[in-house]
């Protein structure tokens, strides 16, 4: 039975419809469940940033977020970042909120019981660096199971080059057969062979995707006049096959059910054979 009977015959509705874009495109963009989770995460970093950079009297949130460039330069712009990432996963309530951001969708694409990665990475991309790029790739060439999806969350309107590229399916599989042909060169002559098939991802504020991270993505230099600013994590079925990131350092249990539990926990009664 092929995939796409499995998706006709098994779910209904909005669920279906998920799947069957999931499964075309490898991405599914989604208006975010929670709203109210997701300004408290925005406005944690604008109040966190604000610290750093000892601004006493930012901007909104989301404004500020965008024109962090007139208050740091590249050079500091990473001691920044890691500011962040460290008082943001300080926080108890980050990852709880950051799974409510997309709960139903996780549930659709990936399952009801999920690991999630330990802590919510940051992405902040200043017009004109070159510094915080992402070349060309796919996690899954670099220890990441097949099995996992990216959450990927902009805390800003992210479009035209202040967004990240993905690859679709069907060239994905084009260019991976030819992989080897890439072994010597870099990955920016990859990047120009498959540029022509790249799309980029035009997402809102108020949004957030689910992405395969099978398929080949990354960034370029922001050329837009405002700061990208993103932030992401990995989720993966319980249960499915884990490769060089495991479960219990990388990846943690988040919604195991009762059931599970139950079985996990049973053992058959013993003596018998005394």
Known sequence: MSDQAVISEFFEGPERDACEKFTQTGLYIFDVEDRAALDGIQRKLSEGAAQFLGVSDPLPPIEFLNNIHRWVDVDDLNELRLFLINDLNGEEWLRSSYYALGRTALETLVGNELAMQRRVNLSIQL????????????????????????????????????????????????????????????????????????????????????????????????????????????????????????????????????????????????????
């Open 127 to 274: 017009p004109g660096d070159d510094s915080s790029l992402l070349p060309l790739h796919a996690d899954v060439w670099s220890g990441n199971s097949p099995f996992e999806v990216v959450l990927w969350t902009p805390l800003v309107d992210c479009y035209g080059t202040k967004t990240m590229f993905f690859l679709p399916p069907e060239p994905n599989t084009a260019a991976e057969i030819r992989m080897h042909e890439f072994r010597d060169v870099s990955a920016e002559e990859l990047y120009r062979t498959v540029e022509p098939d790249l799309e980029w991802v035009d997402i809102a504020y108020g949004q957030a995707m689910v992405f395969t991270q099978n398929q080949m993505h990354g960034n370029r230099v922001n050329r837009e006049a405002e700061t990208r600013w993103s932030i992401n994590c990995r989720f993966k079925s319980l249960f499915s096959p884990y490769a060089g990131k495991r479960l219990g350092e990388f990846f943690e249990p988040i919604t195991i059910r009762p059931a599970t539990r139950l079985g996990m926990n049973y053992q058959l009664p013993q003596g018998f054979d005394e």
